[in-house]
């Protein structure tokens, strides 16, 4: 892979990312190190990456260990605010942005309080749009534990959902 | 596409069953992202217009790219390293062998060039300039041989007597054993 090859395959996927690692870490700051070091293991790895079929489940992978690295040496997880993130806003009026900026914030809240494997399949698959055997070849799990872990982890968020809806638990 | 109740109820029922494809998530999300939406979905609603604006969250780091490009460079090997001498990608191996058949080549060349060397060996350089000089001193030369040719020769002569001699004295013998 020269650097052509990987400024416009690999560089690309920079967001994405940024996004699993910022689900797993909580932080911005120390997800936009991971995503660094990640693409730089990628860089560095590339001749041993001839054989490899998908390159972006392949750097979610390395993101993914690379996040749990850090976890672990940070010690605790940290819940940060999309401060610093750019969130596109749709036009909305100032009533309804904050409603649903509300709403975000608090389902946010809810699949950071998920188990760890629960989040990690829930965003691959919710908001990555990845297949059930890529989310397995990510999180090195098979593809009966995908699916157990995303039913419990959108059951978890639709039952918290409601119950805070309802009775503003 | 357009969902009635009940298509809209049995897909989310797979989609919180986990059983639904990734085309299938895809209309409830196009369903959700319209307005309006029924008040008993208002949850779902919101769930499902939160996963597209995640999607939509960037580092939103302009420097990212440029800090990224300083610490790659295309000489790096894979152990993060440079290379001083960038091969692409020879490895040590390699480069020995290729090493290797250099030297044989400038080893056969060098010794052909002495096969060479010995097989047709360099004319001597004259040692006269002038042509007459030359001339006389080689007419010297050749008397010289001739003068050494002329005592040569006489000596051979006296040769020729010993080897006469020689033949009489075994004919002499010859003849004594035939009357014996």
């Given at each position: 892979m020269n650097l052509e090859h990987f400024e416009s395959r690999v560089l690309p996927v920079k967001n994405k990312l940024f996004r699993f690692a910022f689900r797993m870490l909580g932080s911005s700051e120390e997800a936009k190190d991971v995503v660094q070091e990640a693409l730089i293991k990628v860089w560095n790895g590339r001749e041993q990456m001839a054989g490899i079929e998908n390159m972006e489940a392949w750097c979610m992978r390395i993101t993914k260990n690379l996040s749990l690295d850090r976890l672990r040496s940070m010690q605790r997880k940290q819940t940060d605010s999309l401060e610093g993130v750019d969130v596109k806003q749709e036009a909305l009026s100032p009533h309804d942005r904050t409603e649903i900026q509300e709403n975000m914030q608090r389902i946010d809240e809810l699949m950071a309080n998920l188990p760890d494997k629960q989040r990690q399949v829930m965003h691959l698959r919710d908001i990555e749009g990845h297949s059930y055997n890529e989310i397995g070849e990510i999180l090195e799990i098979d593809l009966s534990q995908v699916k157990v872990y995303l039913f419990r982890a959108r059951n978890a968020v639709r039952e918290r959902l409601i119950k805070l809806n309802a009775y503003g638990l | 596409m357009l969902m009635d109740s009940k298509q809209l109820d049995e897909l989310l029922q797979k989609y919180w069953n986990a059983e639904t494809s990734l085309e299938e998530e895809q209309l409830l999300k196009e369903f959700f992202a319209r307005e309006p939406v029924p008040e008993a979905l208002r949850e779902t609603a919101s769930l499902f217009r939160y996963f597209e604006r995640q999607k939509n969250?960037?580092?939103?780091?302009?420097h990212f790219d440029r800090e990224l490009r300083k610490k790659i460079r295309p000489n790096q090997t894979p152990n993060g390293t440079i290379r001083l001498f960038p091969f692409g990608s020879l490895g040590v191996a390699q480069l020995a062998r290729i090493a290797a058949g250099l030297f044989v080549v400038v080893a056969a060349t060098f010794f052909i060039h002495q096969e060479v060397k010995k097989a047709y060996p360099d004319e001597p350089e004259d040692t006269y300039t002038d042509p007459k000089v030359a001339f006389e001193e080689t007419k010297k030369a050749l008397m010289m041989i001739s003068n050494s040719f002329n005592k040569a020769q006489k000596e051979a002569s006296k040769i020729n007597v010993f080897n006469e001699a020689q033949d009489k004295i075994k004919k002499g013998q010859d003849e004594k054993k035939t009357n014996i």
């Open positions: - | 969250v960037s580092m939103n780091d302009a």
